[in-house]
């Protein structure tokens, strides 16, 4: 594997269910971001990580929840979600700017389409 | 409430011809600009990022960054089918590498 992946690809869920994105990145990266594509709007950045310690939250609502168990994994795990959290869940990574040096690129996975019924 | 715009689209330019996307930002204290490509279905894919002022070749693309004006432009030189793809400016204001991404402009190249 390389660059960025993410699983599964597609997801349908319910409104009770639970469920968990998972991302890797195989770039060598040690900061890692969720963000929330909808349709006809920008990017919206939900989370951060550096070196796993969470170092943003865009005021996300709670049925989000986020785990980075280390520099290369990073998860979203959902609950009791609502028809309008419908979209393309993205995930990047990048070096960490205070270790790099300046702002870094950040690098996509091909995201998760997730519809909520 | 720091912004970045473009204008939606659809941008039409003939194959061959320049394509130009515009980008403006709010925040007078941006650093750092980014362009990705994001075809329809897919994710974005960087194009190229540019800091100082003026402009930066890469192939067929210039960035071009006018600090004083607050915009940043995309150009797309001998311009393909497979150009045919939304294109989003992305800012640096500050933060922990905190990217502010406009909506994005969706260039259609016609043969």
């Known amino acids: 594997e390389t660059g960025v992946t993410q699983t599964p690809r597609h997801l349908v869920m319910g409104m009770t269910n639970k469920k968990s994105l998972k991302c890797e990145q195989h770039?060598?990266?040690?900061?890692m971001y969720w963000y929330k594509q909808s349709a006809k709007k920008p990017l919206e950045l939900m989370f951060v990580y550096n070196f796993k310690e969470q170092t943003e939250n865009n005021s996300v609502p709670s049925r989000f929840s986020p785990e980075c168990p280390n520099s290369s994994h990073l998860f979203l795990h959902l609950h009791t979600l609502q028809p309008e959290d419908s979209a393309l869940y993205l995930c990047?990574?990048?070096?960490?700017?205070?270790?790099?040096?300046?702002?870094?690129?950040?690098?996509f996975g091909p995201g998760t389409r997730l519809t909520v019924l | 409430q720091k912004e970045v715009e473009q204008n939606s689209g659809p941008l039409s330019v003939p194959e061959g011809a320049i394509a130009s996307l515009n980008c403006t930002y709010s925040d007078r204290g941006s650093q750092s600009f980014f362009w990705y490509r994001q075809y329809s279905g897919k994710s974005p894919e960087l194009i190229m990022f540019?800091?100082?002022?003026g402009d930066k070749e890469d192939g067929r693309f210039t960035a071009q960054l006018n600090k004083a004006s607050q915009y940043v432009s995309l150009l797309i030189r001998d311009s393909q089918p497979s150009d045919s793809a939304t294109y989003l400016c992305?800012?640096?204001?500050?933060?922990?590498?905190?990217?502010?991404f406009g909506a994005g402009t969706r260039l259609a190249v016609h043969p």
């Open positions: 992305a800012v640096f204001s500050g933060g922990y590498n905190k990217l502010i």
């Open positions: 770039l060598g990266h040690n900061a």
């Open positions: 990047a990574s990048s070096q960490n700017p205070q270790i790099a040096g300046g702002v870094q690129a950040q690098y």
């Open positions: 540019i800091y100082s002022n």
